[in-house]
């Protein structure tokens, strides 16, 4: 699977911005999706994930009521809209599939970064 990543930004605290990732490949589907994101000095940690049917979602609860995870199921691309932005969610955002992402915890496939900067 290959997943391509765009929409990151530099955006002020409180705004939105708005992720896009379009998923090619083998079966894209059939398999979960999902964003991870790695802020400076920091591991990489799960943020959303959404099923291959788009009806079981899960987001880590530092992000839960401000993003929204969605997925066009016959385009296979998967979005997360980020509202009420926060300095904390600065990072780089990575596209991903399969693994455990409903567990919250890993995936078999990652896309290249997008950047998203939250200024104060």
């Known amino acids: 699977v290959q997943l391509q990543a765009s929409g990151g930004g530099l955006v002020q605290a409180g705004e939105s911005l708005r992720l896009s990732c379009a998923a090619s490949?083998?079966?894209?589907?059939?398999?979960?999706l999902g964003w991870f994101r790695q802020a400076p000095g920091k591991e990489r940690e799960f943020v959303a994930a959404?099923?291959?049917?788009?009806?079981?979602?899960t987001y880590t609860d530092s992000v839960e009521g401000r993003f929204t995870i969605s997925r066009d199921v016959a385009k296979n691309t998967v979005d997360l809209q980020m509202n009420s932005l926060k300095p904390e969610d600065t990072g780089v955002y990575y596209c991903?599939?399969?693994?455990?992402?409903?567990?919250?915890?890993?995936?078999?496939?990652w896309g290249q970064g997008t950047q998203v900067t939250v200024s104060s």
């Open positions: 490949g083998r079966s894209p589907s059939t398999i979960t």
């Open positions: 959404i099923d291959y049917s788009a009806r079981a979602v």
């Open positions: 991903v599939a399969g693994g455990t992402l409903l567990l919250r915890r890993s995936a078999d496939y």
